[in-house]
């Protein structure tokens, strides 16, 4: 008697895993998704929500000034890096030549993750004041609306997962002049606004009673990079979508 463990898919001509790889495939995408929820929870504190062991004006090495922004920067720059699309879409590519586009995706949350752990380890607080809430009643408040727009990434978060296919192709719809499809609707965040998940982290950053150099410096530079994202989605949009342009080349519509 034979016992066959993989079998072959006839689209792509890649070996199927068979139910040892699929477990072990699950078990590492529940690894990488544990990271995530833990790196998002410590995010929040590190912005001055709730007190952490080391958030973004607590703990470091009493480095000189000059040298903490410097490795901030750093830092910045490649938890940027990382997380754009372009570096997150090679990437994947990149590992799909070798392992299940599952598997890809998990390595980069959890690649995505420990960068983040290392930018929450390694940062360096800069202490001086960029300005202060004067009245003690709006300390609460602030906090209160950075919660929330915490609160907002997470379900602006969960919306674009759920609905991901359908949201993508409504905007693209719009773009290309195309109508919009008689059944199903667009999340109803996504009606109110186009960017939530950017929206709730500026919100989430930007809303603090004391704002420090090193508060303003990662404020500064990830809003800079959700406008970057922005662009990003922007500019890609139609093209990803160019088989539902009338005038797109044949040769596009085949892909």
Not at 130 to 146: E, R
Request: aromatic share 12%.
């Amino acid at each position: 008697m034979t016992l066959v463990l993989i079998d072959h898919n006839g689209r792509n001509h890649r070996p199927a895993a068979g139910w040892t790889a699929r477990a072990l495939g699950a078990c590492y995408a529940v690894t990488a998704a544990i990271a995530l929820a833990c790196t998002f929870l410590y995010a929040i504190g590190f912005s001055g929500v709730f007190p952490v062991p080391k958030g973004v004006d607590t703990g470091g090495g009493g480095w000189a000034a000059t040298v903490a922004l410097t490795s901030d920067i750093e830092l910045l720059g490649i938890f940027a890096f990382l997380h754009s699309g372009v570096a997150r879409s090679a990437f994947e590519r990149m590992l799909q030549r070798f392992v299940a586009p599952g598997t890809a995706h998990s390595t980069l949350v959890l690649c995505s993750s420990l960068v983040t752990a290392l930018l929450f380890a390694a940062w360096q607080p800069l202490p001086a004041i960029v300005w202060q809430a004067s009245d003690s009643w709006i300390a609460p408040v602030l906090k209160s609306l950075s919660l929330s727009g915490w609160l907002a990434v997470v379900y602006a978060a969960l919306l674009s997962r759920s609905f991901e296919s359908f949201r993508t192709r409504y905007l693209a719809l719009g773009i290309v002049g195309r109508p919009q499809p008689a059944t199903g609707e667009a999340p109803r965040l996504y009606r109110v606004m186009r960017y939530p998940l950017y929206l709730g982290f500026a919100l989430a950053l930007w809303s603090t009673p004391v704002m420090t150099a090193g508060h303003f410096l990662l404020a500064s530079i990830a809003t800079m990079f959700a406008g970057f994202c922005i662009w990003l989605e922007e500019r890609n949009l139609p093209a990803r979508f160019a088989v539902l342009h009338p005038t797109a080349p044949a040769a596009r519509r085949g892909r």
